[in-house]
T-cell receptor
Framework: DTGVSQDPRHKITKRGQNVTFRCDPI?????LYWYRQTLGQGPEFLTY????????KSRLLSDRFSAERPKGSFSTLEIQRTEQGDSAMYLC????????????????FGPGTRLTVL | KQEVTQIPAALSVPEGENLVLNCSFT??????LQWFRQDPGKGLTSLLL?????REQTSGRLNASLDKSSGRSTLYIAASQPGDSATYLC????????????FGSGTQLTVLP
């Protein structure tokens, strides 16, 4: 197991185009998270899945954003009609739920996908 | 709404010095607090996780403390090395807010040889 992987690592697109990112979590991890990080800031939460169910979405996730985790394994994040303000690092993390809801679990992060919208 | 602040924003020290990074959070109702390291253009590496019931965690030259009642955490790095140069991020997992981590903006550390 080599950890959380993300593809592509870099994406340059023109404003108005659609882009899709993929995240492969650590095997057996049942939780998967998406965060966005802009330059000089900490990551901001976008959404998370427990198995295939999307349980929470941030207000940052506008209607142009959609995330899926169809079989409870890998996840995709799609941005439609990209805008320059979407330029950021998109980070994926995974964790394993143990014990009761609310028990602390370590989130393991992938290398991120850096999106540049021209 | 949980807010996390890290001070200082940047720090430069000579090799061998011991140093302390600070993190404060506004809502003390947390499950845990994590310290991460981020190298330029890279993802995050978890360094230490402190559960809300714990006071500190240690890993090698790193020691993290948590004072939940005052909303503070510190990351102590002993005998700093140039390889420690990176951005250090603090993040809290708040009770009742599902699973989202709230991050500070980080402290950019430079250790000079």
């Amino acid at each position: 197991d080599t950890g959380v992987s993300q593809d592509p690592r870099h994406k340059i697109t023109k404003r108005g185009q659609n882009v899709t990112f993929r995240c492969d979590p650590i095997s057996e991890h049942n939780r998967l998270y998406w965060y966005r990080q802009t330059l000089g800031q900490g990551p901001e939460f976008l959404t998370y899945f427990q198995n295939e169910a999307q349980l929470e979405k941030s207000r940052l996730l506008s209607d142009r954003f959609s995330a899926e985790r169809p079989k409870g394994s890998f996840s995709t994040l799609e941005i439609q009609r990209t805008e320059q303000g979407d330029s950021a690092m998109y980070l994926c993390a995974s964790s394993y739920l143990r014990g009761l809801a609310g028990a602390g679990d370590t989130q393991y992060f992938g290398p991120g996908t850096r999106l540049t919208v021209l | 709404k949980q807010e996390v602040t890290q001070i200082p924003a940047a720090l430069s020290v000579p090799e061998g010095e011991n140093l302390v990074l600070n993190c404060s959070f506004t809502d003390s109702a947390i499950y845990n607090l994590q310290w991460f390291r981020q190298d330029p253009g890279k993802g995050l590496t978890s360094l230490l996780l402190i559960q809300s019931s714990q006071r500190e965690q240690t890993s090698g030259r790193l020691n993290a403390s948590l004072d939940k009642s005052s909303g503070r955490s510190t990351l102590y790095i002993a005998a700093s090395q140039p390889g420690d140069s990176a951005t250090y991020l603090c993040a809290v997992l708040s009770s009742g807010s599902a699973r989202q981590l709230t991050f500070g903006s980080g402290t950019q550390l430079t250790v000079l040889p």
